[in-house]
């Protein structure tokens, strides 16, 4: 009875002809992999995220004003500036301008004034995105990065 | 002895059609039994089929055609999308200029791309059928399993490709359903946001990235659906096709009652001791009566079969024509839509999948994780697993396996109906948790929906039908039925009483101008 320790020899041509297989295999499924990185971008082809704005001083007091072109809504009131992406947080439709705040074309999520969900399959409120002063005196928005809402940039 | 050479080339030349035609035909005309099978196993694309076809699976009530429908509107689709391809462009700025030249200005253009979008319709909707006809005639039992698991995947293949086509005429229709279709994509983030993980492990935002190659559906998104739509879904369903025909018939034909030869399919292990080689013939009866040219007349009453050519090979061709008359004639009557050019700030309103996509579009209306994702995707592993849970022996090729599994079906078609129609009502008339309890906590909106309730209900109803019946079929026709029922409902709303802001309406008469 073989022993554990002393397993049987396994015959030199059935372990070259094993190994050669296993080479193969590995070779074969290392070659696959590394083409399957290939489809993953390591830098994406987007405009930068960064859109200028006007001057916070031309913005209407204590108002809300949404940018279309950006899909940005900025909030401007005593703490200062800040910018609600428009981008619905369920599905990423653009959503549009209600009475009562924001409601989005594709599902029905219902968001109040300020980009908070009130009713719908969002899973939460629109994103608050970081605003800053470029050097020229504009605002500038970062459509990428979100800041917790209520954040305001004091001006 | 030039004379003799010359006449010898002449001699060739004359000889020429019969040559050609001999060296590609490897046998005679097929006129007797023997003949018509080689113009079967001779052939490569024929020889997928058995030299003889059991009369019983010629019936039209055997598959309704289904099988070969798909496959027909399949190469309806291969020959119109090659076409196509001669004066498509996948870019995102000469895409739908493309698109309007076939509609308005290629010769034919027109009527090839309406055939082309009205024939992965119904090549959709066929093999739905396909599918609902091998579950309920029990085809999917021993030996053809696997079979049943392929079918699986040529149906998610089947619709991959028709969501990858969907979005190259790059028209406001397409670019919203494609932009909802990666978010859903993305939509794991669901439940990584709730549970507070995303930063560490984000498959959502990795899977939108490997579909669209960007943040945003743009010219990436549109290369690699082109890419997936003419190359790699194609060859996928090709070879799983070729896979899928050759497995009915290496599992013994199609399933019919008593089927004595399909209990094992050739070459299944049967538990026998292996029989030591001899030199007796080991031919069949089936090649034997086929070597003389005469058929015995014995052979032709004990095993009901005909030879497939002609009979079987002038089915398909029947069933194609009938599926290339039906896709002409329509893409003749109905234009394929084409909306105003993308244009990625104003979204489509009400933005609509495919019609086959409603039913998940209307579940996403209340989670996109659970709606678009997990439900769908339990179904598909339910189904797939369908023949390994249900292993009863039972006779294949009948419907509903008789009386009891008829009123089976019957009673969960009711009852799918009324709990999908019940699924839409309550929140359309009375609201959701977040309408009642505002501050509910994001998992249990997640977590608790109609969608993933209505599921529960019908793997409920299964587990009764289980216990009253005491048998696995039972269980599996009253869960199949009930999801086809849901999947109907859930379609029909979504297609028809959902409109503008997804709201509900009656009537589209009834949708706000603006």
């Not at chain 2, 009979?311 to 105003?340: H, N, Q, T, W």
């Not at chain 2, 309408?435 to 249990?444: D, G, R, T």
Request: glycine share 10%; proline share 7%.
């Amino acid at each position: 009875m073989p022993a554990r320790l002393e397993p049987d020899p396994i015959p030199r041509r059935d372990f070259l002809g094993l190994a050669g297989t296993w080479a193969a295999m590995i070779a074969i499924g290392g070659s696959i992999l590394g083409m399957l990185r290939l489809p993953k971008p390591s830098v994406l082809p987007e405009k930068g995220s960064r859109v200028r704005l006007g001057r916070p001083e031309d913005l209407p007091a204590g108002g809300a004003q949404v940018v279309p072109e950006h899909n940005v809504l900025v909030l401007a009131d005593a703490r200062g500036v800040a910018a609600v992406s428009l981008v619905c947080s369920h599905l990423g439709c653009i959503v549009k301008q209600t009475e009562g705040g924001f409601s989005c074309p594709c599902h029905g999520s219902v968001f109040g004034r300020q980009g908070e969900v009130t009713g719908g399959p969002a899973p939460s409120g629109l994103k608050w995105l970081a605003v800053s002063r470029a050097v020229d005196g504009r605002l500038s928005v970062d459509t990428e990065r979100e800041v917790p809402p209520g954040t305001f940039l004091e001006v | 002895m030039v004379a003799s050479g010359l006449q010898t080339f002449t001699e060739n030349l004359r000889a020429l059609p019969r040559t050609v035609r001999a060296s590609i035909v490897r046998h005679g005309a097929p006129y007797s039994d023997r003949s018509r099978s080689q113009a079967v196993f001779g052939n490569l694309f024929l020889h997928i089929h058995a030299t003889r076809t059991h009369v019983r699976s010629l019936g039209f009530t055997a598959t309704f055609g289904l099988g070969v429908a798909a496959f027909s509107f399949f190469l309806i689709l291969l020959a119109s999308g090659v076409v196509l391809m001669v004066y498509y462009t996948p870019s995102t700025e000469l895409a739908y200029a493309s698109m309007k030249d076939i509609h308005f200005v290629v010769p034919g253009g027109r009527l090839i791309r309406n055939l082309h979008r009205w024939a992965g319709h119904l090549m959709v909707v066929v093999v739905m059928l396909h599918m609902g006809r091998v579950f309920y005639s029990a085809s999917y039992k021993a030996p053809r399993e696997f079979n049943w698991v392929l079918g699986m995947a040529l149906f998610v293949t089947t619709l991959a490709l028709s969501f990858t086509g969907y979005l190259l005429p790059w028209d406001q229709l397409a670019f919203w359903a494609i932009t909802i279709g990666a978010n859903i994509a993305a939509s794991p983030r669901e439940l990584t946001d709730a549970l507070g993980v995303t930063q560490y492990f984000d498959v959502g935002g990795f899977q939108k990235e490997i579909l669209l190659g960007a943040r945003e559906v743009g010219q990436g998104a549109l290369t690699r659906f082109y890419l997936l739509h003419v190359i790699v879904l194609p060859l996928a369903l090709v070879t799983l096709v070729a896979v899928h025909f050759w497995r009915i018939r290496k599992d013994g034909g199609l399933g019919r009652p008593g089927g004595a030869p399909t209990a094992a399919g050739k070459g299944a292990d049967t538990g026998a001791q292996p029989t030591p080689p001899t030199d007796a013939p080991t031919k069949t009866f089936g090649l034997m009566c086929v070597v003389r040219d005469q058929a015995p007349a014995t052979g032709q009453t004990s095993d009901d079969t005909v030879p497939s050519w002609p009979y079987l090979m002038r089915a398909e061709l029947l069933v194609f024509m009938v599926c290339v008359l039906i896709s002409v004639l329509l893409g003749m009557a109905f234009d394929a839509p084409l909306k105003e050019m993308a244009n990625a700030s104003i979204p489509e309103n009400p933005a609509k999948a495919p019609w086959y996509f409603l039913g998940l579009q209307e579940m996403v209306s209340y989670s996109a994780f659970m709606g678009g994702l997990l439900i769908p995707a339990i179904v598909v592993l339910g189904l797939t697993l369908i023949p390994y849970l249900d292993r009863e022996p039972e006779e294949a090729g009948v419907y509903f396996s008789g009386a009891l599994g008829r009123q089976t079906a019957r009673a969960s078609l009711l009852f799918g109906l009324v709990a999908a129609v019940l699924s839409v009502a309550i929140p359309v008339r009375f609201g959701w948790i977040r309408s009642w309890f505002p501050s509910a906590p994001q998992l249990l909106i997640i977590l608790i929906n109609p969608g993933s309730l209505l599921t529960l209900a019908y793997a409920g109803w299964s587990v009764r039908v289980l216990r009253r019946t005491a048998s696995t079929r039972m269980a599996a026709i009253a869960l199949f039925t009930c999801f086809v029922a849901g999947f109907a409902v859930m379609t029909y709303v979504g297609t028809y009483l959902r409109g503008p802001n997804w709201d509900f309406f009656w009537s589209r008469a009834d949708w706000p101008t603006h």
